[in-house]
């Protein structure tokens, strides 16, 4: 049986287990009556006969007592109870005259009465009650071969009476009785059945419906809601189920929730791990060489193993170097840790962009000279912008600096200042050998170096372009490299600053 039969299966169970109880029950019932008729109704039919024909008895007596038994109007009431409860009945005097009956047959039972009183009957019969004047019994009549229930006996004042009924009606009727209600009892329980597989449905349904439900929210599925409008203990149920159903949606949901702001916590914490153990690893790498160079230097001045003026000059100026090649790291170090934290506020002003490069190169123009660079600079033009002046002239400083010790060739830098969109974009170009692909997704990263052993010539130590990345991501500013066959370009761009220009929000975009 597949799957989808087996539910079927379990969801009709309960519709056929209540109607077969209801069924049940109901020819349990008729069973059980059509029992009790046919063991014990004959015998309270022959119960009540006899009751009644005691109180015949009693009545008799009475009306001899009272001198009321040949009166007109006794006669007519004897008559109509003889009729109502199918009795036969005569009384005699002590002459054996008819004084009362019921009405035919009066020989026949004047010579049953004489039988019994004097003895004379060959018939057989069971006493079921013998008193002090009158005896009760069930006689049987050979000669009709019939059996009937009879009492006789003396009444006051000398007269005798015998009243009979015949049991034969009695197992007529029980029978009649007994076929009746077995044909009323089948066809009851059919219809009965009938009416209780169709009325089951009404229950079973919304029953079905709300075991439907709860597979459905098993599965974590929300959208099903009982549509029931009963206010019986189903519906009720119905309505605690969809409470449910929106509880452990929104709970659900809540959890998800925590448990994705809880991922992204791990994620960051991880991350972060991961840049400090980078961040840690890094350093001791970088403060390795320099520290190791001073500490033998250092331990060579202190043996004196070069005496002679110049050497030990040379030794100190190695020590001299490399702290400040050290000490230039921790500052940067110190930067980019401000900038990246956040702590350090970024002051938006209005300046002139040209101007600042200018008085840069100014300052920078010895270094230039000292590595026998070519600088160009065609701007001339005041191009007002917006952005935190000093940070600006850092970033600059950075890419000057590092066009500077990668400039090879014909050792040209370039320096320009484009207008586009809205925008002023400055960019430093080195002629010099392009950086490879592969490395240009890194050059933003910290400690990041194309080559380290050039780098380790100059002095750099990788932080400079991640202190760019910082500085251009506080103010949402772009900022990028190109790579040409004759050299690199690394490039900025700030707003530009009109007279009717405002300050408005820009997307940070790394291009590489």
Same mark, same amino acid.
């Given at each position: 049986?597949h799957?989808?039969?087996?539910?079927?299966a379990?969801?009709?169970?309960?519709?056929?287990?209540?109607?077969?109880?209801?069924?049940?029950l109901?020819?349990g019932?008729?069973?059980l009556?059509w029992?009790?008729?046919?063991?014990?109704?004959?015998?309270?039919?022959?119960s009540?006969?006899k009751?009644?024909?005691?109180?015949?008895?009693?009545?008799l007596?009475?009306?001899?007592?009272?001198?009321?038994?040949?009166?007109?109007e006794?006669?007519?009431s004897?008559?109509?109870?003889? %009729? &109502?409860y199918?009795?036969?009945l /005569?009384?005699? !005097?002590?002459n054996?005259?008819v004084?009362?009956?019921?009405g035919g047959? $009066?020989?026949?039972?004047?010579?049953?009465?004489?039988?019994?009183?004097f003895?004379?009957?060959g018939?057989?019969y069971?006493?079921?009650?013998?008193?002090?004047?009158?005896?009760?019994?069930?006689?049987?009549?050979?000669?009709?071969?019939?059996e009937?229930?009879e009492?006789?006996?003396?009444?006051?004042?000398g007269?005798?009476f015998?009243?009979?009924?015949?049991?034969?009606?009695?197992r007529?009727?029980?029978?009649?009785?007994?076929?009746f209600?077995?044909?009323?009892g089948?066809?009851s329980?059919?219809?009965s059945?009938?009416?209780?597989?169709?009325?089951?449905?009404?229950?079973?349904?919304?029953?079905?419906?709300l075991?439907?439900?709860?597979?459905r929210?098993?599965h974590?599925?929300?959208?099903?809601?009982?549509?029931?409008? %009963? &206010?019986n203990e189903?519906g009720? /149920?119905?309505? !605690?189920?969809?409470?449910l159903?929106d509880?452990l949606?929104?709970?659900? $949901?809540?959890?998800k929730?925590?448990n994705?702001?809880?991922?992204?916590d791990?994620?960051?914490?991880?991350?972060?791990?991961?840049?400090?153990?980078?961040?840690?690893?890094?350093?001791?790498?970088?403060?390795?060489?320099?520290?190791?160079?001073?500490?033998g230097?250092?331990e060579?001045?202190?043996?004196?193993?070069?005496?002679?003026?110049?050497?030990?000059?040379?030794?100190?100026?190695v020590?001299?170097?490399e702290?400040?090649?050290?000490?230039?790291?921790?500052k940067?170090?110190?930067t980019?840790?401000?900038l990246?934290a956040?702590?350090?506020?970024?002051s938006?002003e209005?300046?002139?962009i040209?101007a600042?490069v200018?008085?840069?190169?100014?300052?920078?123009?010895?270094?230039?000279?000292q590595?026998?660079?070519?600088?160009?600079?065609?701007?001339?033009k005041e191009?007002?912008v917006?952005?935190?002046?000093?940070?600006?002239?850092?970033?600059?400083m950075?890419?000057?600096?590092?066009?500077?010790?990668?400039?090879?060739?014909e050792?040209?830098?370039e320096?320009k200042?484009?207008?586009?969109d809205?925008?002023?974009?400055?960019?430093?170009?080195?002629?010099?050998?392009?950086?490879?692909?592969?490395s240009?997704?890194?050059?933003w990263?910290?400690?990041?170096?194309?080559?380290?052993?050039r780098?380790?010539?100059?002095?750099?130590s990788?932080?400079?372009l991640?202190?760019?990345?910082?500085?251009?991501e506080?103010?949402?500013?772009?900022?990028?490299?190109?790579?040409y066959e004759?050299?690199?370009?690394?490039?900025?761009?700030l707003?530009?600053?009109?007279?009717?220009?405002?300050?408005?929000?820009?997307?940070?975009?790394?291009?590489?």
């Open positions: 049986m799957k989808k039969e087996k539910k079927t379990k969801r009709t169970s309960i519709r056929k287990q209540f109607a077969g109880i209801f069924i049940g109901m020819a019932t008729i069973l009556c029992f009790l008729n046919s063991g014990f109704l004959q015998k309270y039919y022959i009540n006969k009751a009644v024909l005691m109180r015949m008895y009693e009545e007596g009475e009306a001899v007592a009272n001198g009321e038994i040949d009166t007109d006794y006669q007519l004897l008559q109509q109870q003889c %009729s &109502k199918n009795l036969s /005569l009384v005699l !005097n002590a054996s005259e004084v009362a009956d019921s047959g $009066s020989e026949f039972l004047k010579q049953q009465l004489l039988q019994h009183l003895a004379l009957s018939e057989k069971e006493i079921m009650e013998n008193g002090n004047n009158y005896i009760v019994a069930r006689v049987s009549d050979s000669r009709a071969q019939m009937y229930i009492s006789w006996g003396i009444l006051t004042g007269y005798f015998i009243v009979r009924s015949a049991l034969e009606g009695i007529d009727s029980a029978k009649i009785a007994n076929t209600l077995a044909s009323v089948i066809f329980a059919i219809i059945g009938i009416v209780i597989w169709i009325v089951s449905r009404r229950v079973t349904t919304p029953i079905l419906q075991a439907d439900i709860s597979e929210m098993c974590l599925d929300f959208e099903a809601r009982y549509s029931g409008n %009963s &206010k189903i009720i /149920l119905g309505e !605690n189920i969809n409470q159903s509880t949606e929104h709970t659900i $949901s809540e959890l929730t925590a994705n702001e809880l991922k992204k791990i994620q960051k914490k991880e991350e972060i791990d991961q840049m400090r153990r980078e961040f840690l690893s890094n350093v001791s790498h970088e403060l390795k060489t320099p520290i190791a160079l001073i500490q230097y250092a060579g001045l202190l043996e004196d193993v070069n005496s002679d003026p110049e050497s030990r000059k040379f030794y100190c100026d020590i001299v170097d702290a400040a090649k050290m000490n230039n790291m921790v940067k170090l110190l980019l840790n401000q990246e956040g702590n350090d506020v970024v938006m209005r300046f002139d040209t600042l200018h008085n840069y190169l100014q300052s920078a123009d010895l270094l230039a000279k590595n026998g660079i070519s600088v160009h600079m065609d701007q001339t191009i007002y917006w952005g935190d002046e000093f940070k600006i002239e850092e970033v600059l950075n890419y000057f600096s590092n066009a500077v010790n990668h400039c090879e060739k050792k040209v830098v320096v200042i484009e207008e586009m809205g925008h002023a974009r400055v960019s430093v170009f080195n002629t010099g050998m392009p950086i490879p692909e592969d240009l997704p890194h050059l990263e910290k400690f990041y170096k194309v080559d380290k052993a780098t380790r010539e100059y002095g750099g990788g932080i400079g991640s202190i760019v990345k910082a500085i251009m506080s103010m949402n500013q772009k900022y990028g490299v190109i790579n004759n050299g690199v370009r690394f490039w900025f761009e707003e530009l600053a009109g007279e009717e220009s405002e300050i408005t929000p820009a997307i940070s975009e790394k291009n590489s």
